[in-house]
């Protein structure tokens, strides 16, 4: 389908058209595109494609083969300079705010230390009565929806090790605190794709939460979580999972990876 470019708006139209090439050449999926086809699909003259095209080449944002035109590495560049000033915290934050039902929750940001998960954020909705778990405050993992997901997303090896020799202390009368238990609700979690902390923590509280791979190499996986009291949403029995999970799946994405637009 041709992608008409229309400039007439833009305070400088040639970063206007050169904004279209490259939206076209991203959706070519790879393939190189030769400047007839490119001209095509802009709708401008091949003579000014061209010389786009050689504009482009210059600030290696685009790269010539014997077949057309592909993107260039210096979008990686790029990218990777925009990724590095991601706040995934104040993200976090905003993607709350707008999430239809977490909006009305508590959701926390947690990782994974040891056998313990530490929290780094936490979002307080509407809800009149404020949970534990401050920003700061560690929880044995195996009680915690966030470090059931971040357990669950480890190598089986890396966990034994670390589980190994290690008592599961129960926090309430609900938590697991056998090793082939916590395995096996490992397994679900791994199945279902979100972890559940059934009044496991603390008496009347039930946690979903969902694991966010990091949107840097050199970031570990994290996990995102909300978290009400039962009488808000009459127990466990009764929360709407999926609604609940649907609106962190929307937060981690826009967490997870920053080029994506949210929703």
Same mark, same amino acid.
């Given at each position: 389908?041709?992608?008409?470019?229309?400039?007439?708006?833009? *305070?400088?139209?040639?970063?206007?058209?050169?904004?279209?090439?490259?939206?076209?050449?991203?959706?070519?999926?790879?393939? *190189?595109?030769?400047?007839?086809?490119?001209?095509?699909?802009?709708?401008? @003259?091949?003579?000014?494609?061209?010389?786009?095209?050689?504009?482009?080449?210059?600030?290696?944002?685009?790269?010539?083969?014997?077949?057309? =035109?592909?993107?260039? $590495?210096?979008?990686?560049?790029?990218?990777? &300079?925009?990724?590095?000033?991601?706040?995934?915290?104040?993200?976090?934050?905003?993607?709350?705010?707008?999430?239809?039902? !977490?909006?009305?929750?508590?959701?926390?940001?947690?990782?994974?230390?040891?056998?313990?998960?530490?929290?780094?954020?936490?979002?307080?909705?509407?809800?009149?009565?404020?949970?534990?778990?401050? !920003?700061?405050?560690?929880?044995?993992?195996?009680?915690?929806?966030?470090?059931?997901?971040?357990?669950?997303?480890?190598?089986?090896?890396?966990?034994?090790?670390?589980?190994?020799?290690?008592?599961?202390? &129960?926090?309430?009368?609900?938590? !697991?605190?056998?090793?082939?238990?916590?395995?096996?609700?490992?397994?679900?979690? $791994?199945?279902?794709? =979100?972890?559940?902390?059934?009044?496991?923590?603390? @008496?009347?509280?039930?946690?979903?939460? !969902?694991?966010? *791979?990091?949107?840097?190499?050199?970031?570990?996986?994290?996990? %995102?979580?909300?978290?009400?009291?039962?009488?808000?949403?009459?127990? &466990?029995?009764?929360?709407?999972?999926?609604?609940?999970?649907?609106?962190?799946?929307? %937060?981690?994405?826009?967490?997870?990876? *920053?080029?994506?637009?949210?929703?």
């Amino acid at each position: 389908m041709s992608e008409q470019v229309n400039s007439q708006g833009s *305070p400088v139209p040639a970063v206007a058209r050169a904004a279209a090439l490259l939206d076209v050449l991203a959706a070519a999926g790879g393939a *190189p595109l030769s400047v007839s086809e490119l001209a095509r699909q802009l709708g401008l @003259p091949k003579s000014s494609t061209a010389n786009l095209c050689l504009a482009l080449e210059s600030e290696r944002l685009v790269v010539r083969g014997d077949t057309g =035109y592909t993107l260039g $590495r210096r979008l990686v560049e790029l990218g990777g &300079a925009y990724l590095s000033t991601v706040d995934q915290v104040r993200e976090f934050y905003a993607a709350c705010k707008r999430a239809p039902l !977490i909006s009305r929750l508590t959701a926390r940001v947690a990782v994974l230390e040891g056998l313990d998960v530490l929290y780094l954020a936490r979002y307080d909705g509407a809800q009149p009565i404020r949970l534990t778990a401050n !920003i700061g405050d560690r929880f044995p993992a195996h009680c915690t929806a966030t470090g059931k997901v971040l357990m669950a997303a480890m190598p089986p090896a890396a966990l034994d090790e670390r589980l190994r020799g290690r008592t599961l202390a &129960a926090l309430t009368e609900r938590s !697991i605190t056998d090793h082939a238990q916590l395995r096996a609700e490992l397994d679900r979690v $791994r199945e279902l794709g =979100y972890g559940l902390d059934d009044e496991e923590t603390t @008496p009347g509280v039930v946690c979903v939460a !969902i694991a966010v *791979p990091g949107a840097r190499t050199d970031s570990d996986t994290f996990a %995102i979580s909300a978290t009400t009291v039962t009488a808000g949403l009459g127990g &466990a029995d009764s929360v709407d999972l999926e609604a609940v999970r649907a609106d962190l799946e929307v %937060i981690a994405q826009s967490l997870g990876n *920053p080029l994506v637009v949210a929703r």
